[in-house]
T-cell receptor
């Protein structure tokens, strides 16, 4: 079993829809990251969370440490939001390295 | 991504050749991480370095792969005697210090083995 699972693997929606991507992990963590990867492109760090909720523009990330679960929400989705969204965590065992989920491929149709 | 510079963006090598991938961290960052993304797979940690030190190489293949981060100059990921299975995107990230700082990623090097 992977230490981090994302759902759904693929998501297609219409412009304007509210999007939720989920991430569950099975180990203790010190931080969780949400990353965005465009096709053929680099990786952009969207959020780093250790508790609670963060908001940046139309993006919202939440984390529940007790339930080992995080969500990424996109409000008023737009075709330019189409990308792969990846959650990744840093273990609380001292290893300073990211462990990645498989990613969620999001496609927003106009 | 402008801060972390990786080059080349694309690298083509024939089987048996050597590949050298370079990563210049963001200004003021002394911690460098290399990750590999195989085709249709997720990202996997390879190695974590500080200046002149390898801190964690638990994700590095035991043979043919090596990494360094010298006192001066970029971090280098070196793959000797490349094979088709080495074809992947290799990403570098950097952070200011150890304590789970946000990691800033480069645009990656796409390595293709003919």
């Amino acid at each position: 079993k992977n230490e981090v699972e994302q759902s759904p693997q693929n998501l297609t929606a219409q412009e304007g829809e509210f999007i939720t991507i989920n991430c569950s992990y099975s180990v203790g963590i010190s931080a969780l990251h949400w990353l965005q990867q465009h096709p053929g492109g680099g990786i952009v760090s969207l959020f780093m969370l250790s508790s609670g909720k963060k908001k940046h523009g139309r993006l919202i990330a939440t984390i529940n440490i007790q339930e080992k679960h995080s969500s990424l929400h996109i409000t008023a989705s737009h075709p330019r939001d189409s990308a792969v969204y990846i959650c990744a965590f840093v273990s609380d065992q001292g290893a300073q390295k990211l462990v990645f989920g498989q990613g969620t491929r999001l496609t927003i149709n106009p | 991504n402008a801060g972390v510079m990786q080059n080349p963006r694309h690298l083509v090598r024939r089987r048996g050749q050597e590949a050298r991938l370079r990563c210049s961290p963001m200004k003021g960052h002394s911690h460098v991480y290399w990750y590999r993304q195989l085709p249709e797979e997720g990202l996997k940690f390879m190695v974590y370095l500080q200046k002149e030190n390898i801190i964690d190489e638990s994700g590095m293949p035991k043979e043919r792969f090596s990494a360094e981060f010298p006192k001066e100059g970029p971090s280098i990921l070196r793959i000797q005697q490349v094979v088709r299975g080495d074809s992947a995107a290799y990403f570098c990230a950097s952070s200011r210090d150890r304590d789970w700082q946000p990691q800033h990623f480069g645009d990656g090097t796409r390595l293709s083995i003919l």
